[in-house]
């Protein structure tokens, strides 16, 4: 029906739609794991796909602190670079660590779901 942004971004034809099925006939050979747990099949795919979603954020949020790092070196106040303003260095430090908490608490969660799977990993 329609191509659907993710994160603000349009990855169309690849990413995201919404779709409409009507009419659709199908044979018992087509179902996957039986009748009825369809819903099953489905949370079963949240898991991965919230990981991967995690990946994207934090992967935009390192841009970003490039952009800020970037920006930081070439912005001038009271006849310094910002980046040599104290206050300016404790964001920037307090943005470096926790856009490393944000990636490894990923890469944790993907390593646990990977090695013991999804249901154990929720504990």
């Known amino acids: 029906v329609r191509a659907l942004k993710v994160f603000g971004y349009d990855d169309a034809p690849h990413g995201h739609a ?3 099925l009507d009419n659709i006939e199908l044979d018992a050979s087509c179902l996957v794991l039986g009748e009825g ?7 079963s795919r ?3 796909g ?3 979603h995690c990946m994207r954020a934090v ?3 390192a841009r970003c602190y490039e952009l800020m790092i970037e920006r930081s070196l070439q912005r ?6 910002l980046c040599e303003h104290g206050g300016c260095q404790e964001m920037i430090a307090d943005s470096r660590a926790e856009l490393e908490m ?4 990923t890469l944790s969660c ?3 779901i990977d090695n013991i799977g999804a249901d154990k990993a929720r504990d």
């Not at 747990?37 to 949370?43: M, P, T």
Request: proline share 3%; glycine share 12%; net charge positive.
């Open 18 to 20: 919404e779709v409409n």
């Open 37 to 43: 747990r369809g819903f099953e099949i489905a949370q």
């Open 46 to 48: 949240l898991g991965p």
């Open 50 to 52: 919230r990981i991967h």
């Open 59 to 61: 992967g935009l949020a």
């Open 76 to 81: 001038e106040t009271f006849g310094k670079r």
């Open 102 to 105: 944000a990636r490894l608490l």
């Open 110 to 112: 993907a390593s646990a």
